[in-house]
């Protein structure tokens, strides 16, 4: 039997996973006209990893906000828990964005950085929102109790995200095709963690200083 093989390779700024749905769809099509006896196939798809790479970042992301969402509305209040998941998409898509301006991409490492600082950025914003809720609860008017709670845990939280970036921001400068390979890797956490940090710091106290008193049962 005679067989040929064809490797098929991206360049940079193409997408892999683009590039596999049309050899897919040009495999599929091609063989409906092929003559008894003849076969055209894929053997090895490199896509099928990132593909599998985006539905963790997705399912993980999903599960997060909706326990977030549901543990913070049963604890506090569904203002605050709606307020704390938004944070979470804001870092992630302005991650996004960043790593686009800096000419990054999507791949197997930067979806391992995502899925790796998930949880990070979660955190930010609930102690934040608990620390705001609960001066709050202890009826304080909203604006002061946003400035409170904020000036309670602000500088531990900053201290918290600037140790994880400062961990993170040696790997930016290991030279070599590994340092080239990894380097998108603290890209990706620092720009969460950073956006994360001021979405803490600037936008949540801002929503939250308008808590209702969860004191006033009239309602």
């Not at 994360?196 to 009239?218: G, R, T, V, W, Y």
């Amino acid at each position: 039997n005679t067989a040929i093989l064809l490797s098929i390779f991206k360049t940079k700024d193409e997408d892999a996973i683009r590039i596999s749905d049309s050899v897919r769809e040009f495999v599929y099509k091609t063989q409906q006209t092929l003559p008894p006896g003849a076969f055209l196939g894929i053997m090895f798809d490199n896509s099928d990893s990132i593909r599998h790479q985006v539905d963790i970042l997705l399912e993980n992301g999903i599960l997060g906000l909706i326990l977030v969402f549901a543990i913070l509305w049963f604890f506090l209040s569904a203002r605050l828990s709606l307020w704390t998941g938004t944070g979470i998409l804001i870092s992630v898509m302005g991650a996004l964005a960043l790593v686009w301006i800096v000419g990054g991409s999507i791949n197997m490492v930067s979806i391992f950085g995502f899925i790796l600082v998930l949880g990070i950025i979660a955190d930010d914003a609930i102690v934040v929102g608990e620390s705001i809720a609960w001066h709050r609860a202890k009826g304080k008017p909203p604006v002061q109790a946003a400035i409170d709670g904020f000036m309670e845990v602000g500088l531990p939280v900053l201290t918290a995200v600037t140790t994880t970036i400062i961990a993170f921001t040696p790997l930016m400068f290991i030279g070599g095709i590994m340092g080239k390979f990894i380097r998108i890797l603290p890209i990706v956490v620092i720009a969460c963690l950073a956006i994360s940090l001021a979405e803490s710091f600037i936008i949540l106290p801002a929503h939250l200083s308008h808590l209702p008193d969860p004191n006033d049962k009239s309602k």
